[in-house]
Every structure is written in structure tokens, then in C-alpha cells.
Antibody, heavy 122, light 108 residues
Framework: QVQLQESGPGLVKPSETLSLTCTVS?????????????WIWTRQPPGKGLEWIGY???????KYNPSLESRVTISVDTSRNHFSLKLSSVTAADTAVYYC???????????WGPGTLVTVSS | EIVLTQSPGTLSLSPGERATLSCRAS???????LAWYLQKPGQAPRLLIY???SRATAIPDRFSGSGSGTDFTLTISRLEPEDFAVYYC?????????FGQGTRLEIK
């Protein structure tokens, strides 16, 4: 069973860029040019619900939540078995637990990382 | 954007009882691409149901999903102690993917 693990700074200053990576344990991301996997980022502010951020799939195609699209970039590094999230110009409203996840074809998110808390504060 | 509204916000029941959770969509969910997740404190969500009514791998048969179009239901036939948590519905048929606000299932 594939495992996902988020990593990155737990504290980011306002107006800076949040950067996280998600390591994929079984190397399946190396096939992302031809596979049907979707590599996903979702977040959850403390005590609140879930918000889909976006995903990358199929030769680098991306889809982002329109509410964040102007600030989000998701990319893949197959040599390091990971995919990444960058969120620019952060504010306190971006404080959340950030989860990476995977989906296959037109299916929901069947594998999740444990999540990492990112706090935006000076 | 499809808005998902879950009810009730909180459900108080005892182990062994039956739980019925509702998820209503603001417009029809494409291909009934509606999923249910369970989330325990400090943990990531766990997929329970996909395609409105199919159980995910290793999910016990006391969990069942039903519904189509805009109205969906998650039923837990006999509550076990480990079922008390927060449940989210999600539609993944249209972009942006959206989640309901959650139903908290608590021990009475």
C-alpha cells in the first residue's frame, strides 16, 4: 500500500510563499506521465472543514480551485518521488493542516498523508 | 461550484444504534460522484464510500451509502465505539471538488 508523507516549514511569514512536498513511498509517481493517478493537495483550517486546493496528473496537467488559482502551483519531481505545493502571498487565513492525497482515474481520494500544520504568522 | 450541505451538524447516539447522515447538493452531482469520509481527531480523512454507494476497501458492511442527484445518505447500521467521529461528504464529479461542512457523530 502506497504511503504519502508531507514535509516543509511549519511556520511561514505573511506575504511569503508556503512550500510543501509530498513523498510517495512506492515510486508510483515516476509513472505519472502515463498513469491515471491524480496527485492532490487539500487543506483544513484548525477546527474547520476541508478545502480542495488542486491536483496534477497526466503529463503535468493541473487543475486548481478557482478560489486559490492565482496563488497556487503544483508540480512533480519524479527523480525524488515527490510532488510539491507552492502557495504565494500567504496570510493568516492560509493557516491550516495541509494534506497530500492520491486518486486513481475518476475516483475520490483513497490515500492520504497524515497532514502537516502550517501556521502563517510574523 | 456545487455546495454540499450536511445535516445534522451534530448527531448524538449510543453504541448499537443506527445513524443516518444526510448530504444535499446545490445541483445534481455528476455521475453520482459522491464520496463519504470519516475523520478522527488528529488524523487524515479516511474514504468510506465512493460513487454514492460503493464501499471502499476494508470498510465494514455496517456502512452503506445511498442516493442520487442532489440527495445522498450515509447509514451506519449499528454504531461501534470507533465510529464516533466527524463525517464529510465530497463531490468529485465537477470542478472545483467540494466538501460538505461535516457532521459530528458523538456518543450520547
Amino acid at each position: 500500500q502506497v504511503q504519502l508523507q508531507e514535509s516543509g516549514p511549519g511556520l511561514v511569514k505573511p506575504s511569503e510563499t508556503l512550500s510543501l512536498t509530498c513523498t510517495v513511498s512506492d515510486g508510483s509517481i515516476s509513472n505519472y506521465y502515463t498513469s491515471n493517478y491524480y496527485w492532490i493537495w487539500t487543506r483544513q483550517p484548525p477546527g474547520k472543514g476541508l478545502e480542495w486546493i488542486g491536483y496534477i496528473y497526466n503529463r503535468g496537467r493541473t487543475k486548481y480551485n478557482p478560489s486559490l488559482e492565482s496563488r497556487v502551483t503544483i508540480s512533480v519531481d519524479t527523480s525524488r518521488n515527490h510532488f510539491s505545493l507552492k502557495l504565494s502571498s500567504v496570510t493568516a487565513a492560509d493557516t491550516a493542516v495541509y494534506y497530500c492525497a492520491r486518486a486513481v482515474d475518476s475516483n475520490p481520494f483513497d490515500v492520504w498523508g497524515p497532514g502537516t500544520l502550517v501556521t502563517v504568522s510574523s | 461550484e456545487i455546495v454540499l450541505t450536511q445535516s445534522p451538524g451534530t448527531l448524538s447516539l449510543s453504541p448499537g444504534e443506527r445513524a443516518t447522515l444526510s448530504c444535499r447538493a446545490s445541483q445534481s452531482v455528476s455521475s453520482n460522484y459522491l464520496a463519504w469520509y470519516l475523520q478522527k481527531p488528529g488524523q487524515a480523512p479516511r474514504l468510506l464510500i465512493y460513487g454514492a454507494s460503493s464501499r471502499a476497501t476494508a470498510i465494514p458492511d455496517r456502512f452503506s451509502g445511498s442516493g442520487s442527484g442532489t440527495d445522498f445518505t450515509l447509514t451506519i447500521s449499528r454504531l461501534e465505539p470507533e465510529d464516533f467521529a466527524v463525517y464529510y461528504c465530497q463531490q468529485y464529479g465537477s470542478s472545483p471538488i467540494t466538501f460538505g461542512q461535516g457532521t459530528r457523530l458523538e456518543i450520547k
